[in-house]
C-alpha cells in the first residue's frame, strides 16, 4: 500500500489507494480515536483518515489553538499535499464547524474542494455556537454539564485526575467555537448532509436545515435516534446512512480519473 507523507494531525498509515478519502475531524474535548473503527465499518471504497488536533492525547504535549483562524492556517498548511485527490470531510460537533471553515478556505485559495461535506451535530455558523458560555462554571459545574447532554460518562466525575486534564482542553474548544463569527460568505458549491439526533440537547434539527444557507446543494437533515454523541453510542444507523453516500461519490470519483 503507498503511504502519503505524515504530518503531526495524521495517524501513521494512512493509505492513498482508495478513491476517495474521508477526513474526520473530533468534537470538542475529543481526540482521533474516535474514528478509529470506521475503516471497517464503511466499506473498501473510502480511506477513513482522522485529524487529530494538537493538545490532546498523543499530542498533549503540543500547544492547543483557541483561534479558529490560526488552526485553520495550520491545518492548511499540513494537509495541503494530502487533499490533491477526491476527498470529502466529515465533522462532528466542533468538528463540524473546523470541516466547514477549512473547505471555505480551500474553495476561496483556488485549491480542490471537498466532493461533499458530512456535517454531525453543529447548528449553522450563523447561529449561536450550540454550546452555551461555560467560562463561569468552576470544574465540578462544568463536569456536571458535560455528563447531563451525555459528553462525558457519569463515572468520569469519581475521577478527578482525569477531569483535571480534560476539562482545559474543553474550555479553549469551546471558546474557540463561540467565538467564530460567520461573515456572510456567498453559498458554498459544495454538497452538504447533514447529520443529527432526535434527543440532541444542544443541537435540533431546524439547526441543522439552516445549514441551507451556506450551500448550493441543500439536502434534508438525517436525524438518528441519541443524544449529541448518538456517533459513540449507536453508530451502526449512521453507516448505514453514510456508506451509499461514500460509494457515490468514490464512483464518481474512479469515473473522473480515467476519463
Excluded: N
Amino acid at each position: 500500500m503507498e503511504t502519503a507523507p505524515l504530518t503531526p494531525y495524521l495517524e501513521d498509515g494512512v493509505g492513498s489507494d482508495t478513491a476517495l478519502r474521508m477526513f474526520c475531524f473530533h468534537h470538542a474535548g475529543g481526540e482521533s480515536s474516535m474514528y478509529r473503527a470506521w475503516h471497517r465499518a464503511l466499506g473498501p471504497h473510502v480511506t477513513v483518515v482522522p485529524v487529530h488536533l494538537p493538545g490532546r492525547g498523543r499530542r498533549a504535549e503540543h500547544e492547543r489553538f483557541v483561534d479558529l483562524d490560526l488552526l485553520l492556517d495550520d491545518l492548511e498548511h499540513h494537509l495541503a499535499e494530502h487533499l490533491s485527490g477526491p476527498y470529502v470531510f466529515f465533522g462532528h460537533s466542533m468538528g463540524a464547524l473546523v470541516a466547514y471553515r477549512l473547505a471555505r478556505r480551500r474553495d476561496a485559495g483556488g485549491h480542490r474542494r471537498p466532493e461533499a461535506l458530512l456535517l454531525s451535530a453543529y447548528a449553522a455558523p450563523h447561529l449561536p455556537a450550540p454550546l452555551p458560555p461555560i467560562d463561569h462554571l468552576d470544574d465540578a459545574l462544568l463536569a456536571r454539564f458535560l455528563t447531563a447532554i451525555g459528553g462525558l460518562p457519569a463515572e468520569i466525575l469519581g475521577w478527578p485526575a482525569w477531569l483535571e486534564a480534560a476539562l482545559p482542553v474543553i474550555r479553549d474548544d469551546v471558546r474557540m467555537c463561540a467565538d467564530h463569527r460567520d461573515p456572510g460568505e456567498a453559498p458554498l458549491a459544495c454538497p452538504m448532509h447533514l447529520f443529527g439526533a432526535d434527543a440532541d440537547p444542544l443541537v435540533g434539527e431546524l439547526d441543522l436545515r439552516a445549514w441551507s444557507r451556506h450551500t448550493t446543494h441543500p439536502t434534508d437533515p438525517q436525524i438518528l435516534e441519541g443524544d449529541h454523541f448518538y456517533l459513540d453510542e449507536s453508530p451502526d444507523e449512521l453507516f448505514r446512512l453514510l456508506r451509499p453516500l461514500l460509494r457515490g461519490y468514490a464512483r464518481a470519483a474512479s469515473a473522473d480519473r480515467k476519463e
